[in-house]
């Protein structure tokens, strides 16, 4: 029953049940909503003890410190305490800033451009080209765009980007100066580096000596089975090949405590932790220290962290379990479509017949289904093979993902059948 | 009784008594630290209250928003209600942000370093230089450094920069880009700018059409005496003078509820805010709107806000009182030094002889006073009349604000004999 097997008059017919179907689906006057990652009312209902934490009279750190005053600007030590262990990088090497990881990247990205990377040129007065393992993060690609960095698509695999490709790129070209990795549960696909993906990238030869790998482990106790893979030791191991100085750690509470305020991370050597802190430190006096003591207070250690990552699994995963069940019931037959089953993180990849995403979305943003724009995923919004769409289930309820999933799926057939009878 | 009356006689004989008084001050072994103008223990426990705000099951903002999702890039507007006629901006053009509106000085710089203001090229492409009345905030000149922005000091007077030279500066040469304003109760000599002055700095004719006035109204309503004087409607002076996008506009609660956890602000002409706000958005996808809605339930109204600086004067004005009380009485009658009354803010700037103030900063360093260095208020950390002093009475007690006063005291005198003997 695979599209590519039926003759042109089971294609036509199965077209005009097809459009016979969206018309239906039309008349519904759907409004939902897939486009971003954004956690569910009952995922942040988990949080809800921060709403009057740190508590009356507590604004006293562990070291003494007032939180209420300035200072402080690697931030809350028992909040790093706590991360440290999640996120493999030493306290001492860790710093906790304010809500948004994002701002981190922004800011290191600023940096680099502006000042250089520790004993570098700033970036901003040489070409600049990044690469970035697609599909990916849109806003990552976004902030290359906003400062003129070239971007060049590299095909991700299950655990990491083509090796071969990207070890040609750096080594034969100085101009570029960095890639954004997601190392674990990748926006969009799912993918998990594994440690062997890992050593290649922090050994392999740059020509740019300040060649800096932006890793974002945005999603690293973001499991959704029972595999509860741990972070891996990318400091260690860029230590250990000789290039300390590699890499550039990133994370967040976003998707842990409350995505709109909560606490964000940064990591990487002694020498890049003292070069991040002081550009930092002509930016601010120091982070939200009284939002530290409340999520340290509330977190309390890493198996607190690793406790209330379990119950936002028991809120999302059926809703993945969904998404995964629907596409494979409505569409597998067909052979027309593919899609990531992943084992954490925030999203389903689906890659539809070649040519199509586009005219998907769009039937679907007719039907009431907004998904985000087709090629969001790739560099500059363009996805060569017009293929990809990036489902995110976690923040609507059931009935609706189920009901968008559904309504998704006569979308993607009937934009395949379209084309093959176009063609 | 001035010292340039006295004998050489009388002088040595001051010399010998004043030396004999800082040996005994010296002997105290103080630990007094006047350095950084930060908001004490008791001014903070003024906000005390939220450390459990916004309170259980509080987390929905007016228009119906989940203040702990993502969103939201232009800050909660009961917020920005109450400090729109306290900034006396309109709602609609005022963004509120994090902990710190230097954050906020600093991001805007780096936009139009590397993006370039509204219709303009970005600065890193061209000579930039900015006017800095002195004395000033060392941090506005830390960015200025930071970036490689040229300074050009200007005198500043009890209402503002000597126009005069302001007006010549930016007529004449097209790479002076930008003004650090403080306009209310300035760091650190208390300057309060009047309208006239104001109107004259958004009206003037600038060689750069891409001239900014950075006015950082970060002591806005930080009064010290009953004429609680309002801000300046520069928006609107700088709409009516044809150069409505001339102004950002800065300010903070950092000295209003927690140093540290607070919130910001920025503010300018609609174009000015759109564009601020779209190169926010590559950075954050929002603020801590929960952090928003904590001081927008605490504060409640601008009344509120008024109230609460009631209660700071009453904590702070002694202070001020007991500092200018001891400069009067142990220096007014030699002459040699002079010093600022402020109605708000935070400092008292101290002019002492000339060519003596880092001498002055070194004795009471070596009896254990740690005072702001020498030059701090400058560009680039020189005076050049090597005399002003940065006074911060508001964070330690006030006996150790008199201790501290009192040795600072014989250590300009000390200092000044000293210079005369040796002249």
Not at 122 to 147: K, S
Request: contains cysteine; charged residues 20%.
């Amino acid at each position: 029953m695979s599209l590519s097997d039926l003759s042109r008059e089971d294609l036509t017919e199965l077209h005009a049940q097809l459009t016979l179907a969206y018309e239906e689906l039309v008349a519904q006057g759907l409004k939902l909503d897939l486009t971003r990652g954004k956690p569910s009312a009952a995922q942040l209902d988990l949080s809800n003890e921060l709403l009057t934490l740190p508590g009356a009279g507590k604004f006293t750190a562990e070291a003494g410190v007032d939180c209420r005053n300035y200072g402080g600007t690697q931030g809350l030590v028992e909040l790093r305490e706590i991360f440290s262990p999640l996120l493999q990088v030493p306290v001492e090497q860790l710093v906790a800033g304010d809500n948004a990881s994002l701002s981190i990247m922004h800011d290191t990205l600023v940096f680099s451009l502006l000042k250089g990377t520790v004993g570098g040129e700033p970036w901003v007065r040489q070409p600049t080209r990044f690469i970035c393992p697609v599909p990916g993060y849109d806003r990552h690609f976004a902030l290359c765009e906003q400062f003129g960095i070239e971007m060049i698509g590299v095909p991700l695999g299950e655990h990491g980007p083509d090796l071969d490709q990207v070890r040609e790129l750096v080594a034969s070209d100085p101009a570029v100066k960095g890639i954004w990795i997601v190392p674990t549960y990748a926006n969009p696909t799912g993918a998990v580096y594994t440690e062997g993906v890992t050593r290649a990238l922090v050994e392999m030869p740059t020509a740019a000596p300040d060649f800096r790998i932006f890793w974002d482990n945005a999603y690293a106790v973001h499991h959704l089975t029972d595999s509860e893979t741990p972070a891996i030791d990318v400091l260690g191991l860029a230590s250990a090949a000789g290039h300390p100085d590699r890499v550039f750690v990133f994370a967040s509470t976003s998707k842990i405590t409350f995505a709109g305020a909560g606490v964000s991370f940064f990591a990487g050597s002694p020498a890049n932790v003292a070069w991040y802190l002081a550009h930092l430190s002509k930016r601010t006096i120091g982070p939200d220290k009284v939002n530290h003591l409340r999520h340290a207070s509330y977190l309390k250690s890493p198996e607190g962290v690793r406790e209330l990552m379990r119950r936002h699994r028991a809120v999302i995963a059926p809703k993945f379990d969904q998404v995964i069940e629907i596409l494979t019931e409505r569409l597998g037959q067909y052979e027309t479509a593919s899609w990531t089953r992943p084992d954490g993180g925030y999203f389903v990849s689906l890659d539809v017949a070649d040519g199509t995403a586009t005219r998907v979305v769009a039937l679907a943003k007719t039907a009431g289904i907004v998904m985000t724009a087709a090629g969001a995923a790739f560099p500059y919004g363009l996805d060569p093979r017009d293929r990809n769409i990036r489902i995110a289930p976690t923040m609507p309820e059931p009935a609706d993902v189920a009901a968008a999933i559904a309504g998704l799926t006569t979308c993607v057939l009937l934009a395949a059948t379209e084309q093959r009878l176009a063609g």
